[in-house]
């Protein structure tokens, strides 16, 4: 069994970039430099070693986003899953799940999100069923937040009001194959999706992941601002 099949979650339209610099499309295909977002992306992750990727993307640029990153990546090992309607994180991943039978671990990772250090070095030489990653920011109500006690995980809480640390959830999971067993147990949220972060409140019940605080720098490029800071970190 081979170990790391990288997940690329690639489908969000991206509505907030829908016109950021003539960009009429879908916001994975902006360009970063002299490649776009997702191929960019996949280049980043080639880096940590990993050879093999399933990019899940949406009906309307499905097309468009193969052909950009079989340009730039004729010599990986990429495959394509669609997620149909836009019904969330979990639900994206979900769709791979035919995809990445033959691998024994999963790298989940949002599209638009790159790092300043190489996260596969934090869990290299153990043997861990799931983690997922934090990094300290300003503004943790916009994301995902970690609740820890005694640096044990104990909650993540999905944009809160009043945040009970200052932990973000990056778009980064390292999970076994188990989690599809448990979003198809999920229920959908007030907003009509599978979310990740009920994913991995269902993992913490039964203490079957971990957690690593990033060091290095950390970009979710799904603004203007944010993607200008990304062009001037990885040119």
Known sequence: MQEICAVIAAGGLGTRLKNYKNNFSTKVLIEIGNKSMISSQVSQISSWGIKNF???????????????????????N??????E?????????LQSEKLVEN?????FVLGDNFFGENPMLKFKNHNIESMIFLKKVLNPNEFGVAKISD????????????????????????????CFKLIKKLKF?????LEISDLNNELIKTNSIQFEILDSWWIDAGT????????KLIL
């Open 189 to 193: 949220s007030n907003r009509g999706e």
């Open 54 to 76: 399933v990019i899940i993307t949406n009906p309307d640029f499905d097309s468009m986003i193969k052909e950009d990153v079989i340009k730039n990546h004729s010599d990986k």
């Open 151 to 178: 640096n044990n995980l104990i909650d993540i809480e999905e944009k809160p009001d009043n945040p009970s640390s200052d932990l973000a959830v990056v778009g980064l999971y390292l999970y076994s194959l188990n």
């Open 103 to 107: 691998y024994s671990k999963i790298l």
């Open 224 to 231: 203007e601002e944010r993607i200008e800071e990304l062009k």
């Open 85 to 93: 309607k836009p019904l969330g994180i979990a639900h994206a991943l």
């Open 78 to 83: 990429i495959k394509f899953a669609i997620q």
